[in-house]
């Protein structure tokens, strides 16, 4: 069955911390993945997109990278406004729409 | 620039009541989307439409009808609400259906009593 895993569930760190979270997918011929962000009461917000193995790409603390089966959402020195739940989704050429993983709920303490 | 929009924000339905939920795009998006949110079950598609004059459904269209207005409205109805509709649910669009990345809207809160 095509689908998209995320771990963990929730993640708590301490202000500078830093840490990963994944995703991991089991489709075939993706098309891309993506990553988002969202805060409570709101939409998600997009992030990154990756298309191929070997990928990475960088926005402030965080860093998104991509294999053939997973990608890692890596966060350094993390903030307190870095708090919130981190999306995954994928594109994949049978799919033909975006599907998303479950999220991580992330929450940094001062 | 909007982005996309969603009306309502929040609404409370009565079981067997019908309604619409309204978005509207003004990125030029050929695709667009409908979600439901609901604790623990991450972001689930009901329907969508990958250009102007074509829907499909999703993973839980039951329930569900939607009508792309045109490339820039695409509305969900329920025609006979039920409980198990509460959620919230957001509505996204992107240039095409593969290897682009979505935008949201800031979702409707539905509680149906």
């Known amino acids: 069955e095509d689908q998209v895993t995320q771990s963990p569930e929730a993640l708590r760190l301490q202000e500078g911390e830093s840490s990963s979270l994944n995703c991991s997918y089991t489709?075939?011929?993706?098309?891309?993945l993506f990553w988002y962000r969202q805060d409570p009461g709101k939409g998600p917000e997009f992030l990154f997109t990756?298309?191929?193995a070997g990928e990475e790409k960088e926005k402030e603390r965080l860093k998104a990278t991509l294999t053939k089966k997973e990608s890692f959402l890596h966060i350094t020195a993390p903030k307190p406004e870095d708090s919130a739940t981190y999306l995954c989704a994928v594109t994949y050429n049978q799919g033909g729409k975006l599907i998303f993983g479950q999220g991580t709920e992330l929450s940094v303490k001062p | 620039n909007a982005g996309v929009t969603q009306t309502p924000k929040f609404q409370v339905l009565k079981t067997g009541q019908s309604m619409t939920l309204q978005c509207a795009q003004d990125?030029?998006?050929?695709?667009m989307y409908w979600y439901r949110q609901d604790p623990g079950m991450g972001l689930r598609l009901i329907y969508y439409s990958a250009s102007e004059g074509t829907t499909d459904k999703g993973e839980v269209p039951n329930g569900y009808n939607v009508s792309r207005l045109n490339k820039r409205e695409f509305s969900l109805r329920l025609e006979s609400a039920a409980p198990s509709q509460t959620s919230v649910y957001f509505c996204?669009?992107?240039?095409?259906?593969?290897?682009?990345?979505?935008?949201f809207g800031q979702g409707t809160r539905l509680t149906v009593v």
């Open positions: 489709v075939s011929g993706l098309r891309g």
């Open positions: 990756l298309y191929s």
């Open positions: 996204a669009s992107s240039w095409g259906l593969l290897g682009t990345e979505a935008f």
């Open positions: 990125m030029n998006h050929n695709s």
